[in-house]
């Protein structure tokens, strides 16, 4: 369920590059053409439709100098997750790190934590998957934390030390 997002609270942390989300809708918005452009779209066709779940607001855009409301409401989820949660899940972490409400993580494949990378053929059929999973952002998670919970507080602190999240001062 989406807040409302008139309620948004004061943004107390930001994605550090406002370029992942910008990279990873570049990737999203290519693989999406990439689906239109073949012949048998069925193969791809739950792919297709949370790809264009994604384009339609649900990557942080902070530089958007007049947001829609979706992307206010993107804006929510993804930092309730942040101060709301006390465990994360692999696939919600994973989301935060690339500027994705968090929302949409039970859409992904729900052991790509243990993925390795000899495993990625089974990948092809979600395209999606395997643009996650190459992410360097999801090989360092894997790395340091390598469970489905993820205590929040730790995970805050690592993402902070690598420079993934930002915490505003106000």
């Not at 994604?54 to 929510?76: G, Y």
Request: net charge positive; hydrophobic share 35%.
């Amino acid at each position: 369920m989406i807040k409302e997002y008139k309620n948004m609270p004061e943004t107390t942390y930001k994605i550090f590059h406002n370029r992942t989300a910008e990279n990873i809708k570049f990737e999203v918005t290519r693989l999406r053409e990439s689906i239109l452009k073949t012949t048998n779209q069925s193969d791809q066709s739950d792919n297709l439709e949370f790809i264009e779940t994604l384009l339609n607001e649900q990557i942080l855009d902070f530089k958007a100098i007049n947001p829609s409301k979706d992307q206010l409401a993107t804006r929510t989820n993804w930092h309730d997750f942040l101060i709301n949660k006390t465990k994360l899940s692999f696939n919600e972490c994973l989301l935060i790190l690339l500027g994705i409400n968090p929302i949409h993580a039970k859409r992904l494949d729900s052991d790509l934590f243990k993925t390795k990378l000899n495993d990625v053929t089974n990948m092809k059929k979600s395209l999606l998957n395997l643009i996650f999973f190459q992410r360097v952002e999801n090989h360092l998670l894997r790395e340091r934390f390598q469970s489905n919970s993820i205590n929040k507080e730790e995970f805050i602190k690592w993402a902070m030390d690598y420079k993934y999240l930002r915490k505003i001062e106000d």
